[in-house]
Structure formats: C-alpha cells, structure tokens
C-alpha cells in the first residue's frame, strides 16, 4: 500500500505565498511522475503542475511563472511553491503519484487527502 500526505496549505493574502508539500510512503518501488491538481467548489479537478522522475514539467497556463514544482526522488517528496496568489487559486490541492508498488506489475495513480489553499484579504 501507499500512501501520500500533503502538508502546507492554509490561508494567505493576495499576493502572498505558500509552499506545498507531499510525501509518499509505504511499499514503493518506484514513482514516475508526480503532480499536484486543485479543485475549486462547483468545478471540475484540474492539473496544476506535474514533474517527471527526471525532472521535467509543465504546468497550467494560470501559474505559470508564479507557481514552481520540484522533487526530492530520495524522499519520495514532491512540493509546490506558490508565488503571486490570487483569489482564483482558492481551491483543495491534491498530490498525485504515479506510483509502482513493491511486487506489483503495472503502476497506479495515487491521491493524497487533499489540502485547503485559501486566498484571501
């Protein structure tokens, strides 16, 4: 089993910053991609930012230049710094992993719980 937990989120102003972070654990072989996707009240889920095992990305045209994706493949963590925050950005962020379990064939996608950003004055 695996497991992600996301830590980070609260309430800032306009303007303002956080930094997002999401550690896996358990029975990990390994982890593909990893990503963080956000979802405001009354819309659908959507991709944020994404990083590949080799440390490519790609975000969502709405924070690009403002929100920076990175990972620590020792730690098996992933974290988002989000710079610039708007009202819009208001929304629960997930972690994803695209994850190889030990003694599983084929990987699956993992969620974490979810974590509450709230931009605000």
């Known amino acids: 089993q695996v497991q992600l937990v996301e830590s980070g989120g609260g309430l800032v102003q306009p303007g303002g910053s956080l930094r997002l972070s999401c550690a896996a654990s358990?029975?990990?072989?390994?982890?593909?991609?990893m990503g963080w996707y956000r979802q405001a009240p009354g819309k659908q889920r959507e991709l944020v930012a994404a990083?590949?095992?080799?440390?490519?990305?790609n975000y969502a045209d709405s924070v690009k230049g403002r929100f920076t994706i990175s990972r620590d493949n020792a730690k098996n963590t992933v974290y988002l710094q989000m710079n610039s925050l708007k009202p819009e950005d208001t929304a629960v962020y997930y972690c994803?992993?695209?994850?190889?379990?030990?003694?599983?064939?084929?990987?699956?996608?993992?969620w974490g719980q979810g974590t509450q950003v709230t931009v605000s004055s």
């Open positions: 994803n992993a695209d994850t190889l379990a030990s003694g599983s064939s084929l990987p699956r996608s993992y």
């Open positions: 358990g029975s990990i072989f390994s982890i593909n991609a």
């Open positions: 990083i590949t095992s080799g440390g490519s990305t």
